[in-house]
């Protein structure tokens, strides 16, 4: 009866009943970074921006989506920080952070709002700050926005996007949130990058930037 015993138990670990059916492993974290494509660049780049691309670049990497699974994503930054960008995904993805999309803004023409309310995660776009005709930040690939819905700009009772409404209280942790002490927040710091939503005029949760503009 004990062999019996021994056996069903082995059978019982092999289909492992009482716990959930094992995930294949995830594949590990890849990055590569390239010279930007024209598609890339189509309608986010004009004449007079202040980079030119040769010296933008295009970093494709693993992130993890809300459906808890692996994805490639794509984002458009300044040559002199891809390697950086490279090791804040990879502490993302290491910690299974999600990120619901993360195309070129020229996948929406260039148009932030559109980038924006598609809960887009992206970096260059060749713009001013909103409501000023001071270059972004973006228009020299050195800020990103991450999970813009989940993270939304807000200046006094305006909200970007508008789909962020539903984010407005910062209080109680959801999935892809930047929060003080979180891990998107701590990612981006461990390379230097500073983050909006520490601006007291307004604040602007989906950004990070190599100098907190
Ligand atoms: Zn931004």
Redesign the pocket.
Same mark, same amino acid.
């Given at each position: 009866m004990r062999l019996v015993a021994v056996v069903i138990a082995a059978a019982a670990a092999a289909v492992g009943v009482g716990a959930a059916p094992a995930a294949a492993p995830a594949p590990g974290y890849s990055a590569t970074v390239s010279r930007v494509t024209w598609s890339e660049l189509r309608f986010s780049y004009r004449a007079g921006c202040p980079v030119p691309p040769a010296r933008l670049r295009t970093v494709r990497l693993s992130h993890w989506g809300f459906d808890g699974r692996p994805h490639e994503g794509k984002l458009v930054v300044n040559a002199r920080v891809a390697r950086d960008v490279v090791a804040v995904f990879r502490r993302l993805y290491a910690a299974g952070f999600p990120i619901r999309r993360m195309v070129p803004v020229s996948a929406y023409r260039g148009s932030d709002d559109a980038s924006m309310a598609a809960d887009n995660t992206s970096g260059f776009n060749c713009r001013n700050v909103s409501g000023t005709s001071r270059w #972004?930040?973006?228009a020299h690939g050195l800020?990103?926005?991450v999970n813009p819905v989940e993270n939304p700009?807000v200046r006094g009772t305006r909200v970007s996007p508008l789909a962020g409404r539903r984010h407005l209280d910062r209080g109680s942790y959801r999935p892809g949130y930047a929060v003080e002490g979180g891990v998107l927040v701590r990612a981006f710091a461990s390379v230097g990058w500073r983050w909006?939503g520490r601006w007291t005029e307004s604040r602007?949760y989906?950004?990070? #930037?190599t100098t907190g503009g």
């Open positions: #972004s930040l973006h800020a990103i926005d700009y909006g602007d989906q950004h990070f #930037s």
